[in-house]
């Protein structure tokens, strides 16, 4: 048998038929859906009298535009639109029977954190969901796929997603990682290494020893921004730590079937010489604390770096960075620890898990954010609130002068209330810097909880390694 | 869907590279429950001020590109959110075919399924191309995507690869799933057998 990569093996267990010109159907074991970019599928089911064809593996969450103020069992709190959206979920969940969390329930959350938190994300799997950060699921070792709404009505009614077969793409990060340097960081340096569309056709296997350190968490976190670098999907061989998590999980196999289970998910690693199209490696020692200076991803540096000047770069890039340094007030080569902030949001996908909100408590313990600043925790998901809650993270929060929030993907995307004005700035956990992203006009430099923390108490841009004390 | 078959329309210029799906279609108007009706959003946060005026300078927003019906752009075009109201914006806009030197994939699946053709040159040939799109309404994009190539205002002839399944569909207006549905008994099969081999999923 011909050696295979990773990906090769969970596709080749899904395709459900192929034809003479290798377009596809891959069977999705887990869809999921939430209120932005699902209701048209359903009308669109509605329309042509169809229906979900396995409601038993569809689960439904509503995340995107939904407040995360305390008050927000109040209706008052959203904005008609918004209302309509979510009560469309609501309806269409019930009416074709889905597996669904409303924001009553406290396990409600971002679609990308529930998954894996109620066991509905396993290796080996496909998933997909109307969403580019299901590469988050990935960190399982399942290949995960976020598609568009025409694409999520196609999985509702079939269980499959026409596709071709991507690429392997190899991304190896090697040694340990030094103090102060996160998951956030590593995949923010390999955006910054292979531009926004390096992956573009790819699936991007990590993998590496800085990659086994990871937790769970951190391997979320490497995987989530794989759409960031243009790639279809981000994966992580599955391991002890990996069946470690799912163990005991509500949706997780138990008994017989767990041992089934465990003893396939044991196979699922790349062979040693199976074929890669295209390989990257970066030693773990090379990788500083990273932030973002532009308004595109692969704006990244090293916080003890300077804001580049336009003329650095080449080809279409030059007008780009030009346009982005602009937009974001910036002079070219002023250092970045220079760079004072205004807003501080911790929290999304990418960083809304335990471990992140352990990271950024480290940081603010016993101390004050800097007058005048808006900070916000978004926890990921009602029940990343009350493990932090039960861990005295909240407090540490609060006393710091941080608002505790409600799950939702809140000022990651903006939907909801919690945007940006114009000209504010913003030190983010989330994925993106686009113009707009997080509100019109509003300005943000992406990095790992740590930072965003530090940048908080000091209202600039900051290294976190500074406010680290020495390892005992 | 709308049938693709030749166009031959005004080109608006917009040489950027990586436009985003927020520059598309800004998140605010996400919240519909509709495919229709976002066209007048079509990147919206370039095209109107904070008082909803337009903005003179925009592309789209002068005299002779109202109309364009094909968009040529910089490299990595769409990348970003997998949200399908970019492509509804640019297809309630009169757009159908956009023209570029790369696209992010989930995008370029998603136009396909709205019937727009999104087609990759190299740089070189959409160099040709913008500056052609930069003479305005005087000159005429052509494409045919039965015969994969696209005409200039000055008789350049370029040819384009697409995919033959992708192109089929477009051609025929065809609706994917009623397509998928005709396998019905290979996803039954597949159905079957994979409950054995993995009972737990």
Known sequence: MSPKTLYDKIWDAHVAHEADDGTCLLYIDRHLVHEVTSPQAFEGLRMTGRTVRRPDQTIAVPDHNVPTTLDRANAATMTEDSRIQVAALDTNAKEFGLHYYPVSDVRQGIVHIVGPEQGWTLPGMTVVCGDSHTATHGAFGSLAHGIGTSEVEHVLATQTLIQKKSKNMKVEITGKLPKGVTAKDITMTVIGETGTAGGTGYVIEYCGEAIRELSMEGRMTVCNMAIEGGARAGLIAPDEKTFEYCLGRPHAPKGAQWEAALAWWKTLYSDDDAHWDKVITIKAEDIAPAVTWGTSPEDVLPITAKVPAATDFKGGKVDAAKRSIEYMGLTEGMALTDIEIDTVFIGSCTNGRIEDLRAAAEILKGKKIKDGMRAMIVPGSGLVRAQAEEEGLADIFKDAGFEWRLAGCSMCLAMNPDQLAPGERCAATSNRNFEGRQGRGGRTHLMSPAMAAAAAITGKLTDVREMMGDPA | ?201
Not at chain 2, 40 to 60: A, Q, S, T
Not at chain 2, 136 to 156: K, P, V, Y
Not at chain 2, 164 to 177: A, E, R, T
Request: charged share 25%.
């Open chain 2, 1 to 201: 869907m709308n049938k693709f078959t030749t166009l031959s329309g005004i080109a608006a210029p917009l040489p950027l590279i990586n436009i985003d799906t927020d520059m598309i279609i800004p998140k605010q108007f996400l919240k519909t429950i509709k495919r229709s009706g976002l066209g007048v959003n079509l990147f919206d946060e370039m095209r109107y001020d904070d008082d909803r005026n337009e903005i003179p300078e925009f592309v789209l927003n002068k005299p002779q590109y109202r109309d364009a019906q094909i968009l040529v752009a910089g490299d990595n075009f769409g990348c970003g959110s997998s949200r399908e109201h970019a492509p509804w914006a640019i297809a309630d806009f009169g757009i159908t075919c956009v023209i570029a030197p790369s696209y992010a994939d989930i995008f370029y699946s998603n136009c396909f399924k709205n019937g727009i053709l999104p087609i990759a040159l190299p740089q070189e040939q959409v160099d040709v191309l913008m500056k052609d799109a930069e003479k305005g309404s005087n000159a005429r994009i052509e494409i045919d995507l039965e015969a994969q190539t696209i005409t200039s205002s000055d008789g350049d002839v370029f040819s384009f690869e697409v995919d033959s399944f992708k192109k089929h569909c477009l051609m025929n207006g065809l609706d994917d799933i009623g397509l998928t549905l005709e396998k019905g008994a290979s996803i039954d099969n597949f159905e079957t057998s994979a409950s054995q081999a993995r009972p737990w999923v």
